[in-house]
């Protein structure tokens, strides 16, 4: 057993989105690197079977959710937080990892000397939650990862002048085949996430109507809402297809865990999010031979992508995302040779071992 504890609080019980998935898996990776894995999950936490058997499980004595504009409440949870941390202190040197904002806001009490490692995964450091991190926390940080080239550069400017900053790309557990994409008359385009304007499933649609009366298309949308403004903007979403007749070219599949049922019925995926903090259905996609076209303003995706060689990338214009799906679907041996690259990349860089031996090396150099 490694000499080092590693404690994770985690304030969200629902197993949705790319952020979750991967805390999950890193947490699991550093179990297996014999690191002794501690969580504080919210009692009603749904994902809690997911974590390997040897992590042990804690959990909060109230709802987690944070907001500054209940102090009392926030103190209330990073006291109940640093009390459990001192549990495991006392037995071995201990690491407060926090794999995303809210955890590190539950280090506010945390003793001055204890060793905090912050993950940035989201994308705006601008909010009052931002600036209350950049001020108050972020001097406090022993050491940042960011898991895209745009994560890191945030981190370069927005952590403290000699901080420790890394970059640390997202892995995946690799499955164990492939599909082959392109053997149906119609054209099935699959995007993934959290349906929000931030995502940007809106732009699909039109692609959709450009291409509807072209050939034969299908939009397959995996996703679910998480707030008000998200339901209003899948409702636009629903009143752009009745209006432009699409009932019959797109489907809503909601929020899937079953990774066969979503790439087994894809011949493309299109990552159009505006900002993106990773992309890791990018990998995904790949990992199970799927070609991937992503917007190269978004962020993340450029991290991972190498434009017309392992994915295509487009300028976050409609009129390019549908001239880069025709030169994928037109050019056979170019979309093979993709899929062929992507595969490699996934498999020689976005493993869940790599990840774990990566971020262990930091976490013993503490």
């Known amino acids: 057993m490694n000499t080092k504890n590693i404690f994770c609080p985690i304030i969200t019980p629902k197993d949705i989105g790319g952020g979750i998935k991967s805390t999950i898996a890193l947490l699991n990776g550093l179990a297996t690197e014999n690191f002794n894995v501690i969580v504080l999950l919210p009692k009603d936490c749904e994902f809690v079977a997911k974590f390997n058997p040897s992590i042990t499980i804690e959990y909060f004595h109230e709802n987690p959710i944070i907001s500054l504009l209940n102090p009392f409440h926030y103190l209330r949870l990073?006291?109940?937080t640093k009390t459990k941390v001192?549990?495991?202190q006392q037995k071995a040197d201990t690491i407060f990892l926090c794999s995303d904002r809210p955890a590190l806001m539950?280090?506010?009490l945390m003793p001055k000397l204890s060793k905090l490692f912050y993950i940035s995964r989201g994308w705006f450091y601008t909010n009052l939650s931002a600036r209350f991190l950049r001020a108050i926390m972020f001097p406090r940080v022993s050491q940042f990862v960011g898991i895209s080239d745009k994560q890191y550069l945030l981190m370069k400017q927005y952590a403290p002048k000699n901080a420790k900053v890394n970059l640390i790309q997202n892995g995946i557990d690799l499955p164990n085949h492939q599909f082959t994409p392109f053997t149906s008359e119609t054209l099935h385009l699959t995007t993934i996430g959290g349906i929000c304007d931030r995502k940007n499933q809106m732009q699909c649609l039109e692609l959709i109507q450009l291409l509807k009366y072209k050939m034969q298309v299908h939009l397959h949308i995996f996703g679910t809402t998480f707030t008000p403004i998200d339901v209003a903007y899948k409702k636009t979403l629903s009143n752009f297809i009745n209006q432009n007749q699409l009932e019959t070219f797109v489907t809503f599949e909601g929020h899937e865990t079953d990774f066969d049922r979503?790439?087994?019925q894809s011949d493309v995926v299109l990552s159009?999010?505006?900002?993106?903090?990773?992309?890791r259905t990018i990998i995904e996609a790949m990992s199970y031979g799927?070609?991937?076209i992503a917007s190269s303003k978004a962020g993340g995706p450029s991290t991972i992508i190498t434009h017309n060689n392992n994915g295509l990338l487009y300028d976050g214009s409609l009129e390019d995302l549908r001239v880069k799906l025709?030169?994928?679907?037109?050019?056979?041996?170019v979309s093979k040779e993709i899929i062929a690259n992507a595969l490699v990349l996934v498999q020689e860089n976005y493993t869940m071992n790599r990840v774990a031996k990566d971020y262990a090396t930091l976490i013993n150099q503490l």
């Open 78 to 80: 990073c006291s109940f």
């Open 86 to 88: 001192a549990i495991y």
């Open 106 to 108: 539950l280090a506010l």
């Open 262 to 264: 979503i790439y087994k």
């Open 272 to 279: 159009v999010a505006k900002e993106e903090g990773f992309g």
């Open 290 to 292: 799927i070609p991937v």
């Open 326 to 333: 025709m030169y994928l679907i037109e050019n056979k041996e």
